[in-house]
């Protein structure tokens, strides 16, 4: 696709859920965070590299990247912190760039949690931020996932606050409605994108 929709939003906010009512009106996506999976699975140059690099303890037994134990070795190490990111992210970025022109929707969807904290908003169009009060992010990554509350506080004290996030936004989905409104809303943003996809082209 020509025209990139960046969507992004806080843990629990309702990225995947809006990707999904996208994908019902065909809108193709790329999820940022599998793609900087795919780039360090067995076979991938870049998993070779990190093994020469951080030994073989960096491996699980059936050969797969044990990201535990990467975060041990890179954690208060910038230097090899540094090394890492300067691997990982040009094959990433490169890798989200041919599948985001491989998809052949009128627009497409970039998904990423870290999209304004990793200045991915270079490669997109425009903005999309799911947008939830942080105590509706809390109660719902809670009740999907089952973990303690201060696991998902932590996360979500990683990540930008509402107000620097929302400053990010050329659009905002406010999703404390229920799905049916989030849908007609999707509808309405999906008229625009198509809109100004082929503006964009002619
Ligand atoms: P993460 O960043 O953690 O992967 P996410 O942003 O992709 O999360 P979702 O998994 O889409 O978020 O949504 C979080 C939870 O909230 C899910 O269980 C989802 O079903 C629920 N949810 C999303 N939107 C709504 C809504 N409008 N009403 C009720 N529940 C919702």
């Known amino acids: 696709s020509g025209y ?4 992004t939003g806080g ?10 009512l996208f994908h019902d009106l065909g809108v193709q996506s790329v999820d940022a965070d599998l793609v900087a999976r795919d780039v360090v699975m067995p ?8 093994t020469e ?3 073989h303890g960096i491996l699980q037994q059936d050969g797969q990247l044990d990201r535990a134990a990467l975060r041990a070795r890179i954690f208060a190490d910038e230097t090899k912190k540094q090394w890492l990111n300067q691997l990982l992210h040009p094959l990433i970025r490169q890798r989200l760039l041919q599948q ?22 270079t490669y997109t169009d425009r903005v999309l931020v799911v947008d939830v009060p942080p105590e509706l992010q809390l109660s719902r990554t809670i ?28 659009d ?10 989030l ?11 198509q809109q100004f996809a082929k503006e964009k082209l002619a």
Do not use: M, W
């Not at 843990?11 to 999904?20: E, F, L, M, R, Y």
């Not at 999907?144 to 936004?169: M, W, Y």
């Open 100 to 121: 985001l022109a491989d998809c052949t929707s009128g627009y497409a969807l970039l998904i990423a949690p870290l999209l304004l904290e990793n200045k991915l908003q």
């Open 172 to 181: 905002v989905l406010l999703n404390t409605v229920p799905l049916s409104q």
């Open 4 to 7: 990139i929709v960046g969507l």
């Open 11 to 20: 843990i629990g906010s309702g990225k995947t859920t809006v990707a999904n």
């Open 143 to 170: 009740q999907r996932d089952g973990v303690p509350a201060e696991q998902v506080q932590n996360i979500l004290n990683s990540q930008l606050s509402r107000p620097e996030r929302l400053q990010g936004a050329d």
């Open 43 to 50: 076979g991938e140059t870049a998993l070779v590299a990190i």
């Open 53 to 55: 690099h951080f030994g």
């Open 183 to 193: 849908q007609a809303q999707i509808q309405q943003l999906h008229q625009r994108y």
